[in-house]
């Protein structure tokens, strides 16, 4: 799973024209950067979020394209969005990606691990990595997706690359890992916020996949 949030979609230097021009271009940069990381747009299943879109790829898809080469594909396309656009529709966006299963009930996807996708979408620790650096984006993505994944694919994206951070938003409570793409690589342990241990890892799926695929959808 990998979702998007456009970070102060409500500012109030945006108007309507503005905010449906930037939702234009979030789905058109999207497809794009996923197109070309080898995860095709037209096979990954969509649900819009307002500021955001939550992104479900199919198990038959290899998930390493997640981490490598899209958040790079998705930061060099808003940077030319951003220096072609007024101040006022300028993206700076929160991703996330995690690996559960889902399920749909007609109306949209749900699951556990949905849920826990969009409350690292809102940590702190992202938000603090998206401002504190003003980059055009800044990726979480789960303890799981670390280390079955960023973990043993070293030549992707360096592990170094990414700082473990522990976050609690509402009941959730976990640790997970940020990486800011074309950022220097942590020199050390971070953590931007308070918590406790963290969270043991979701058990293993039976295929390394992006998610564990309900029959109902096809």
């Known amino acids: 799973m990998f979702a998007v949030d456009i970070a102060d979609f409500s500012r109030p230097d945006r108007d309507d024209d503005i905010r449906i021009f930037m939702r234009e271009e979030l789905y058109r940069i999207l497809e794009r950067a996923f197109d070309g990381s080898g995860t095709p747009w037209t096979a990954c299943f969509r649900e819009d979020r307002g500021d955001g879109v939550l992104v479900v790829v199919p198990p038959s898809i290899a998930a390493t394209g ?25 993206i700076q966006l929160r991703a996330a990606t995690h690996l559960g299963p889902v399920a749909h ?21 992202l938000k603090h990595a998206l401002d504190s650096t003003g980059a055009d984006l800044a990726l ?14 070293p030549s992707l994206v360096s592990p ?45 799926l039976k295929r390394c996949a992006m998610v564990e695929w309900p029959r109902s959808i096809g």
Do not use: C
């Open 66 to 90: 997640i981490i490598d080469p899209l958040p790079e594909r998705l930061r060099s396309l808003i940077r030319r969005h951003n220096h072609v656009s007024a101040a006022s529709a300028r």
């Open 105 to 125: 009930d007609g109306h949209g996807f749900v699951g556990t691990d949905v849920d826990f996708l969009f409350r690292m979408l809102n940590a702190r620790p």
């Open 140 to 153: 979480i993505v789960s303890e799981y997706v670390y280390r079955t994944i960023v973990s043993r694919h």
């Open 160 to 204: 170094a690359a990414f700082r473990p951070v522990r976050f609690q938003v509402k009941r959730a409570r976990a640790q997970a890992w940020t990486y800011v793409p074309s950022a220097p690589p942590s020199l050390g342990t971070y953590e931007a916020s308070a918590g406790p241990a963290a969270m043991s890892a979701p058990r293993a």
